[in-house]
């Protein structure tokens, strides 16, 4: 297959950045997205040209590390799809393709797709934990827990972390991320005494990073890698009611 | 942290010259002979030792600083653990968050001995289990603690809300994997790394709120700073500014995970490397087993050039699937072109007993056997059959998608063919080392102050790693092993000294010298298409199935390359801000060193022992034939401006009795 890419490249924060266009050749179908990019790069070095950043690492899916706007959809059109996971299989030979960073403002651009994301990180700080500290715990069965809250908390804790909802949300905001914590912790027994001071913390930090407020437009599921379930955010925010209220 | 100069006599003079030019050749040191684990009863050593240890003074710890490098479940849980206790703790990790640490791909789960479902499991039995299925390279004393300490991991993952598989009844559920006759295996459906990792995680981040930890993520560690002959320090490149930076501390804790990345294809993570490891090894850190890989079975197989990395498919599709490869060479049909007596289902022929269910590194061998053959199907010819069909005749296509309908699809996602009609292909990659840096009892390096934990260290898996064994590993080396032997070396810290300007210095410059020789190359190539060309050496001829004739070959081609990679490597751009190649030609520049001592390694070790085979020395049935007269003992590989020199451990079994494996 032949493809024409339109990328976004910004040399660091400072850049104002711009679109630039690449063709590739002889892409094969089987390859992944981020093959496709690696044979670009490849290619681009020896030409003498900079090759263009952008994470990655596990390359399966699971740590999060990679995203692109990719024809304007977080992680590309195919659902419940980490960009690395996606094949050009997926793609019509000769498709022009765009190709660009998340973009939020508590997301700064760091080089070309990189953008940091550290603000993820302060959101769990504020109280994304259960405090208990290694060599204290109870036996492993000295609380049990009910399977359908087992279940339901481990489809909520599996956010990857990635910020996909963030760049989808016309209002940049990090509800389903910081749903997806609370309700997996607030689902189960040993997360109960904090549940309140980790929902109002959580969402305090949330609006302190400068991520904006949902209004339900729905946009973050639709593009999550993981699925996470929208009505996570209804459960932050009942908590955080009763958080604020008590 | 005061420095102070050296006077010109202590100035040791930097070694200049390349290791021995002879292939392969390697000098013989002292034995080591004191690995400072306690004598007596082996279930006893583990509180002996905690015992004995020198405590710190819940004063004093603040006043102490600890690097851990890494924040994979080894370093995540040890940092967390490290700034709960009270230290000082500056954490690393080359990511953008401590999050994403490779440990988060791990499926299957974790082993503990709970004996939960009362099926005769026991710590002794897990202890057992794991030293048999080392093939006796693994210590007796250090698998004992690990047996013991895996209870308390549960429990601790458990209250941090790591959120296991439960049944009905509200208990936690376990499984029997890779082979265990009991059901000891926790796990959180296929994702078990990811959520003990987050768990860790949270912990850690739990930590740096506090003020305990101080987090700095995508730094990448390049050297270690040995002072006063310890490990006083690191010097690191931020990732995003290009900046070389300093951290000083009164202990260096390694936790960077495994090395498989030496081959280039692996199921490990784009960015996992050697690095930190190896500057440590030059630097003085001895190298135990470096030629102890792991080659998992399932994994699918190549599918081009431009291929970047392998994906493993879980075990357990053995369970239901039958392995097969046509009865003929070269022939191209397709598979259910193929009629049934033209088929070669060659596990279930070669060992009946045990058929598709056969151990990793003999299904991994028996793969590589058939495509050698020119019997493997596929592009290249390097793919076996993992057919499907006669499970789903028998148990009706609902239920195998019950049970695997997540590994059909990632395998659809990458492939784009529905194994639900024709049969997966897999063939076998590179998964796990066993080998890595030596430690002793206390986890602690041969350079005082260094401490390497996780997937890291050599310690407990002899020469094959178990299912569900390394995350116990490293969970135990984190949560509840380094903190508390940490403690006595920290106990001393008093009479430890300034920290010489000199060495700083000398590492510093070490960093820089190696950036700007790597900028100034300019060459035609880049530096993937060395590691791709390194990798392939390394999967050819110190892969599954190793030869003198293939390891010396290697020997010779593996310098050749590094010297023409030395002198035509492109890397663009320069040494500020972020330039993702640059770190890629670092790390490619280390594999070459690394991949040299796994040849000698291998060379010298003369015997197959677990996923090491030597083709010269199997039994008449063609399965691996130790030798444990001339070679039950860790290698442990000092590294010298001459070459390597070979520090041998010997091993006792006092309680496992030395047999001969067999799964015919
Ligand atoms: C696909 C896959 C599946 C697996 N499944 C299982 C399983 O089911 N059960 C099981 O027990 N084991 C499994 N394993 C093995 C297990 O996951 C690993 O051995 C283990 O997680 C390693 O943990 P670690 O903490 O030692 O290192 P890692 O998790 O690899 O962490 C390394 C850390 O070091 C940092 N780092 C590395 N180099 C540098 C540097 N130079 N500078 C700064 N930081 C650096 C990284 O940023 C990272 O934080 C699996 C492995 C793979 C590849
Ligand atoms: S909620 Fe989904 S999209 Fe958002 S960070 Fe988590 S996995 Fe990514
Ligand atoms: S690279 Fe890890 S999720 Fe994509």
Known sequence: MNLTLKIWRQSGSSDKGRMVTYRVEDVSPDMSFLEMLDVLNERLILEGDDPVAFDHDCREGICGMCGMVINGVAHGEQRATTTCQLHMRHFEDGAVITIEPW?????????????DRSSFDRIIQAGGFVSVPAGSAPDAHAMPVPKEDADAAFDAATCIGCGACVAACPNGSASLFTAAKITHLGLLPQGQPERDSRARAMVEQMDAEGFGGCTNTGECTAVCPKGIPFDTIAQMNADYLRSASS | MKFRRRTQQEQSTPPLTQPASQPGAYRTGEPIRDTKAPSGPVEDRWDTRRFQAKLVNPANKRKLTVIVVGTGLAGGSAAATLGELGYKVKSFCYQDSPRRAHSIAAQGGINAAKNYRGDGDSVYRLFYDTVKGGDFRARESNVYRLAQVSVNIIDQAVAQGVPFAREYGGLLDTRSFGGAQVSRTFYARGQTGQQLLLGAYQALERQIAAGTVEMHTRHEMLEIVVSGGRARGVVVRDMVTGEIETHLADAVVLATGGYGNVFFLSTNAKGCNTTAIWR?????????????????????????????????????????????????????RAPADIPEDERDYYLERIYPAFGNLVPRDIASRAAKNVCDEGRGVGPGGLGVYLDFADAIARL???????????????????????????????????????????????????????????????????ANRLGASALMQGLADGYFVLPTTIGDYLAGAGAFGPVEEDDVAEARTAVQDKIDRLLAVNGTRTADSYHRELGRIMWDYCGMERTEESLRKAL???????????????????AE?????????????????????????????TESCGGHFRAESQDADGEALRDDENFAYVAAWEWTPDGPVLHKEELDYEYVKMTQRSYK
């Open chain 1, 103 to 115: 973009r939020a403002a508590p997301f700064p651009v760091i080089k070309d797709l990189v953008v």
């Open chain 2, 396 to 462: 009706g296509r609902d239920a195998v998608e019950k049970k695997y309908g997540n590994l059909f699809e990632m395998y659809e996602r990458i492939t784009g063919e529905n194994p639900y009609e024709v049969p997966m292909r897999i063939y076998p990659a590179v998964h796990y080392t066993m080998g890595g840096l030596w430690v002793d009892y206390d986890l602690q390096s041969t350079i005082p102050g260094l401490f390497v934990i996780g997937e890291a260290n050599f310690s407990d898996h002899g």
């Open chain 2, 556 to 574: 010779e081609r593996i310098p050749e390359l590094r010297e023409e990679f030395w002198n035509n490597v492109k890397v663009p751009g320069d």
């Open chain 2, 577 to 605: 801000g972020l330039n993702q190649a640059l770190e890629r030609a670092g790390r490619v520049a280390d594999f070459f060193e690394l991949a040299e001592l796994m040849c000698v390694d291998a060379l010298h070790r």
């Open chain 2, 280 to 332: 440590a090894h030059k630097k003085g850190a001895y190298f135990g087993n470096p030629c102890f890989t792991q080659i998992h079975p399932t994994c699918i197989p190549v599918s081009g050039d431009y291929q970047s990395k392998l994906t493993l498919m879980s075990e357990s599709l053995r369970n239901d699937g039958r392995v097969w490869v046509p009865l003929r060479k070269g022939d191209d």
